[in-house]
């Protein structure tokens, strides 16, 4: 398959021009990136990887980082992780509220907010640094040590961010949240902040296109029957209520994030990261998804 030649086509076809949408700027800090920024990479071997445009550019990866905190919560908890948190699609938006009374403050699944709150809960209460952890294990899985917090985001997350407080002293007061608000809060927001370019992220997620093997060294950081209950969760929960449009259109499991980016990744062939910061009533990038539909059209695979 000639995947540069793809993605050529991709780049010289679409453009921010054609989309309609806005950046995110709920979270003032991300209101001032610049709409024009597209980008996308692929990788399908370590030294098989092709991109276009600001793909080497990093950006706020967002709800991304809630496959990586997942990660980390099922090595620790394994299948007990159930408990907290279901597996089924919300049909609701991200940040939504209304699902947690009636099920007794167990959020729909891990990706949407509730559900990745819950995780942070996990990983603040079991862990003796989680942001430091966190940060190590996304390295790792990248091979790549120049990845970072972005302080100014996290913090301007903080500064506005009253629904996921809210979400998480709900949870608690339902009987799902063991630590202090705080220190979730903290750890939350400090993973939407992590800074990372379509390249990097394409090579972490490499990981799930590769039965959890990391792409640099060939080290089993993940158990093939994990990595299999996390694709399954990017297909049906990765992009709140537009998993149904996703799947659809792309016919990939996939993670989104309000900085614009998404990951989706085949299963034993390649892992592809977009970026254009953009983003539909849905939250997630207006630009990104075409790129994506175009790709596995023009490559003639999906998994379905
Ligand atoms: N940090 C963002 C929030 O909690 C992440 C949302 C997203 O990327 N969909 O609102």
């Known amino acids: 398959m000639n995947y540069q030649k793809i993605l050529d086509t991709i780049h010289s076809e679409m453009s921010y021009r054609d989309v309609g949408g806005k950046v995110a700027s709920y979270i003032p800090e991300l209101a001032k990136i610049d709409p024009r ?30 496959v990586f905190s997942l990660c980390m919560a099922m090595n620790i908890m394994g299948e007990d992780l159930w408990e907290r948190v279901d597996v089924e699609p919300s049909g609701n938006p991200f940040n939504s509220l209304t699902q947690l009374e009636q099920e007794n403050g167990i959020p729909r699944n891990p990706f ?11 990983l603040v209460d079991h862990l003796e640094n989680p942001k430091e952890e966190l940060l190590s294990f996304v390295r790792q899985i990248t091979g790549d040590a120049d ?7 996290a913090s301007s997350e903080k500064s506005t961010g009253f629904r996921n407080i809210a979400l998480v002293n709900y949870m608690k007061a339902l009987g799902n949240i063991k630590c202090e608000v705080e220190p979730i809060i903290d750890f939350y927001f400090h993973q939407c902040s992590l800074r990372m370019s379509c390249r990097q992220l394409a090579k972490a997620f490499m990981i799930f296109a590769n039965k959890g093997k990391v792409l640099e060294n060939g080290e089993k950081i993940m158990r093939p029957e994990i990595v299999k209950r996390i694709n399954a969760l990017m297909q049906t929960c990765g992009f709140y209520d537009e998993a149904g449009e996703f799947s659809f259109e792309v016919g990939l499991p996939g993670k989104s994030g309000v900085g614009g980016g998404i990951v989706a990744i085949h299963p034993e062939r390649y892992s592809v990261a977009v970026w254009s910061p953009i983003l539909n009533e849905k939250g997630n990038s207006e630009l990104g998804m075409k790129a994506l539909e175009k790709l596995t059209t023009l490559t003639g695979v999906s998994v379905f």
Do not use: P
């Open 37 to 66: 920024k597209f980008g996308m990479h692929l990788y399908c071997g370590e030294n098989q990887h092709y991109g276009f445009g600001d793909s080497e550019e990093k950006f706020s990866i967002q709800s991304i980082s809630k």
């Open 112 to 122: 949407i907010n509730a559900g990745a709150l819950v995780i942070s809960d996990i």
């Open 147 to 153: 990845i970072e917090y972005d302080e100014t985001v």
